[in-house]
Nanobody, 123 residues
Framework: QVQLEESGGGSVQAGGSLRLSCSASQYIYTKHCMGWFRQAPGKEREGVAALDTDASTSYADSVKGRFTASKDYVKNTLYLQMNSLKPEDTAMYYC?????????????????WGQGTQVTVSS
């Protein structure tokens, strides 16, 4: 059973930056598509970014050019660098892992989920 744990959430003003981290209990990054999802109050969970097993990245249109997902294989950690944050980015952010390839964030499902970390952006 893979366990994922997010950290790095917090409160920031619009235009600010945050970096989320996700650590895994096992070394899974080479055989799992890794991704970030978010869920705002009253809304459905949506995919934000995915890093596939071939190291390709995919982003939701709403975060393209502002968010960057990356992996540190030595530290066994997944990151989401979030810049130019907007109030509409306010949500609970979840780290996710899917066995095998996911072929982009739009088609990514998940076999494992983290508990989430809250991001709040004020105007």
């Amino acid at each position: 059973q893979v366990q994922l744990e997010e950290s790095g959430g917090g409160s920031v003003q619009a235009g600010g930056s945050l970096r989320l981290s996700c650590s895994a209990s096992q070394y899974i990054y080479t055989k799992h598509c890794m991704g970030w999802f978010r869920q705002a109050p009253g809304k459905e969970r949506e995919g934000v970014a995915a890093l596939d097993t071939d190291a390709s990245t995919s982003y939701a249109d709403s975060v393209k050019g502002r968010f960057t997902a990356s992996k540190d294989y030595v530290k066994n950690t997944l990151y989401l660098q979030m810049n130019s944050l907007k109030p509409e980015d306010t949500a609970m952010y979840y780290c996710a892992a899917q066995k095998g390839r996911c072929w982009g964030i739009a088609t990514m499902t998940s076999d494992y989920w983290g508990q989430g970390t809250q991001v709040t952006v004020s105007s």
